[in-house]
T-cell receptor
Framework: NAGVMQNPRHLVRRRGQEARLRCSPM?????VYWYRQLPEEGLKFMVY????????ESGMPKERFSAEFPKEGPSILRIQQVVRGDSAAYFC?????????????FGPGTRLTVL | EDQVTQSPEALRLQEGESSSLNCSYT??????LFWYRQDPGKGPEFLFT???AGEEKEKERLKATLTKKESFLHITAPKPEDSATYLC?????????????FGKGTTLSVSS
């Protein structure tokens, strides 16, 4: 399967714990995006990264959330000290980075539940 | 502020009953309009990209069109397997990166 891979698919955390979500882009893609889908809400952009660089984090909450895309390995979205309001589906997308209107291809998502 | 509104929120069709989904958008300098399909518990699946008014694209029973203010996704003779949530998204020129702005989607149910 050469698509975008995300793991884990489901993650349960208690309030105050840390959540780490991983995303491996499609082969040949160098751009990664993270989106969040809250119940009854549309997908909301969080952050856009290239290898070792955060390009646009305008959708990221100011506290507790961080993202990275290291030179080697998957992109990581980290949520520290999770609260119930963080429960949502988190989707990663990747694009080849060949132009300003690259098509973004989405992974299956990680469904985070905070108890 | 860039915005996307989809209508209707939900649509029920009989197999073979053609219809259209609407996506109205407000954006400063449209760079692209995207249609995705999302099945329950899965990620969005790419369908079409439209770049300029008057453009049309087709794939099987689906046809997407674009004007300066809205896009339509026409579904011809739908089948039960077309049941899904259809998402519209835009990319505006004033986005710092290439973030997509999504509508809330139209949930289509096709019964046999």
């Amino acid at each position: 399967n050469a698509g975008v891979m995300q793991n884990p698919r489901h993650l349960v955390r208690r309030r105050g714990q840390e959540a780490r979500l991983r995303c491996s882009p499609m082969k040949g893609h160098s751009h990664v995006y993270w989106y969040r889908q809250l119940p009854e809400e549309g997908l909301k952009f969080m952050v856009y990264l290239q290898k070792e660089n955060i390009i646009d984090e305008s959708g990221m909450p100011k506290e507790r959330f961080s993202a990275e895309f290291p030179k080697e390995g998957p992109s990581i979205l980290r949520i520290q000290q999770v609260v119930r309001g963080d429960s949502a589906a988190y989707f990663c997308a990747s694009s080849p980075g060949q132009g300003a209107t690259d098509t973004q291809y989405f992974g299956p998502g990680t469904r985070l539940t905070v108890l | 502020e860039d915005q996307v509104t989809q209508s209707p929120e939900a649509l029920r069709l009989q197999e073979g009953e053609s219809s259209s989904l609407n996506c109205s958008y407000t954006v400063s300098g449209l760079r692209g309009l995207f249609w995705y399909r999302q099945d329950p518990g899965k990620g969005p699946e790419f369908l079409f990209t439209l770049y300029s008014a008057g453009e049309e694209k087709e794939k099987e029973r689906l046809k997407a069109t674009l004007t300066k203010k809205e896009s339509f996704l026409h579904i011809t003779a739908p089948k039960p397997e077309d049941s899904a949530t259809y998402l519209c998204a835009v990319q505006g020129a004033n986005q710092a990166g290439t973030a997509l702005i999504f509508g809330k989607g139209t949930t289509l149910s096709v019964s046999s």
